[in-house]
């Protein structure tokens, strides 16, 4: 089974999965809901990374329902009709070509995942603002990888949608060494954010403010 971590720290659990299984094997390993969902999809490759997600999620709760909000972001289920309370159980998910991350927290949380090989070097001016990148971590050659990262992660726990990458999400300051990277939407409170990585993927999560 390709769970390749499970992190669990302060009421938050990190499941790892990388995507190595045919689909059909990936159907095993869920539940006939996990089945029905998938089978949405019409392209094979958002099938599979739908069972992934789907087939980690089982190692920790092999019998929660999922729901999904307006904004189409998972969410958990008490049963098959209403949605947990907010001060039980949250859940973000993420994937690339490869692997998926879940991560499940007491408080809201999010996650992004990324490869480490991708190339951002035409883009990165869309994303990064003059002021992060005279940042000391901005000379580090993961720096692109791990903001643009780190950005999605909180757009994710925004859950908001219009957030401009360069407007209202900013990285105040990083430690890639110590895989720690800090920044804020639209000028908040501080939002502290773990940096993984992972057999060639950035893993960036938070569950709650620094």
Same mark, same amino acid.
């Given at each position: 089974?390709?769970? @390749?971590?499970?992190?669990?720290?302060?009421?938050?659990?990190?499941?790892?999965?990388?995507?190595?299984? /045919?689909?059909?094997? #990936?159907?095993?390993?869920?539940?006939?809901?996990?089945?029905?969902?998938?089978?949405?999809? /019409?392209?094979?490759?958002?099938? @599979?990374?739908?069972?992934?997600?789907?087939?980690?999620?089982?190692?920790?709760?092999?019998?929660?329902?999922? !729901?999904?909000?307006?904004?189409?972001?998972?969410?958990?289920?008490?049963?098959?009709?209403?949605?947990?309370?907010?001060?039980?159980?949250?859940? /973000?998910?993420?994937?690339?070509? !490869?692997?998926?991350?879940?991560?499940? /927290?007491?408080?809201?949380?999010?996650?992004?995942?990324?490869?480490?090989?991708?190339?951002?070097?035409?883009?990165?001016?869309?994303?990064?603002?003059?002021?992060?990148?005279?940042?000391?971590?901005?000379?580090?050659?993961?720096?692109?990888?791990?903001?643009?990262?780190?950005?999605?992660?909180?757009?994710?726990?925004?859950?908001?949608?219009?957030?401009?990458?360069?407007?209202?999400?900013?990285?105040?300051?990083?430690? #890639?060494?110590?895989?720690?990277?800090?920044?804020?939407?639209?000028?908040?409170?501080? @939002?502290?954010?773990?940096?993984?990585?992972?057999?060639?993927?950035?893993?960036?999560?938070?569950?709650?403010?620094?």
């Amino acid at each position: 089974m390709p769970l @390749i971590l499970r992190r669990e720290e302060q009421g938050t659990t990190l499941l790892l999965w990388t995507v190595s299984e /045919s689909e059909e094997e #990936l159907r095993v390993l869920v539940n006939e809901e996990d089945r029905t969902s998938a089978s949405r999809f /019409s392209l094979p490759r958002r099938r @599979i990374e739908h069972l992934a997600w789907r087939a980690a999620l089982r190692v920790a709760l092999p019998d929660t329902k999922v !729901g999904y909000t307006e904004a189409g972001a998972p969410v958990l289920m008490s049963d098959g009709l209403h949605i947990l309370m907010s001060d039980e159980l949250h859940i /973000s998910v993420a994937h690339t070509a !490869g692997l998926v991350a879940v991560l499940l /927290s007491k408080r809201p949380c999010a996650v992004d995942v990324e490869c480490e090989t991708r190339d951002f070097g035409a883009v990165h001016t869309r994303f990064i603002s003059a002021a992060e990148s005279e940042l000391p971590d901005a000379v580090h050659p993961d720096f692109p990888a791990a903001v643009w990262c780190a950005k999605e992660t909180m757009y994710k726990l925004a859950r908001s949608a219009g957030l401009d990458f360069l407007r209202d999400l900013a990285i105040a300051s990083s430690d #890639l060494s110590r895989g720690k990277i800090y920044g804020c939407i639209a000028d908040g409170a501080s @939002i502290e954010m773990n940096v993984l990585s992972v057999e060639g993927y950035f893993v960036i999560y938070t569950h709650g403010n620094s």
